[in-house]
């Protein structure tokens, strides 16, 4: 079943790494028992550990892949266990600093005649991510019409090569 809700969702590229990694954890508690019979106990189980964001994560990927099941023809189950756990709300972001044009021309100035110099300017006159940054190729600079297009970005994780994942932009 989770091989045919996978390929029936479809998603983006980092979603299916997310859902692959909280995926592990979760298969632990609930990999070997029936979906009929998984429960929010169980579920209450499968997600517990780690960070509060984690645990909401783990959720989600539940709830959707428990809400695929309902879906199916004819419903795997009656009832989506996810819908009866509850988890403290996640803390609200910190504020955000931005610098001032000041700030940020210092920042520009003191990189001169590094081998960051480029990659600094580029950062902060359009706006990248360093994700995005790190993610540039030659490919994606179109000299003739003074464009960069952003294609890809590179986000940090566990079991790829030199623990890097290159992967389409939102």
Excluded at 24 to 34: D, F, Q, T
Excluded at 131 to 152: P, T, V, Y
Aim: with cysteine; net charge positive.
């Amino acid at each position: 079943f989770l091989r045919e809700w996978q390929e029936a969702t479809e998603p983006a590229s980092t979603t299916v790494w997310m859902y692959e990694r909280h995926l592990k954890n979760i298969l632990k508690v609930i990999g070997a028992i029936p979906l009929n019979e998984v429960g929010s106990i169980l579920i209450k189980e499968a997600i517990s550990g780690g960070a509060l964001s984690t645990q909401h994560m783990r959720l989600l990927v539940l709830r959707h892949l428990f809400n695929y099941a309902l879906r199916t023809v004819p419903p795997l189950i009656e009832v989506n266990p996810c819908n009866t756990v509850r988890l403290k709300p996640i803390r609200k972001q910190k504020e955000i600093t931005i610098w001032s044009k000041e700030e940020i021309s210092s920042i520009i100035e003191a990189a001169k005649g590094s081998p960051l110099q480029y990659a600094v300017q580029i950062q902060f006159v359009f706006g990248l991510r360093i994700g995005e940054l790190m993610a540039l190729r030659w490919s994606d600079i179109d000299f003739d019409n003074r464009k960069i297009h952003i294609r890809h970005q590179i986000r940090s994780s566990r079991g790829y090569i030199d623990g890097k994942l290159l992967v389409p932009t939102k």
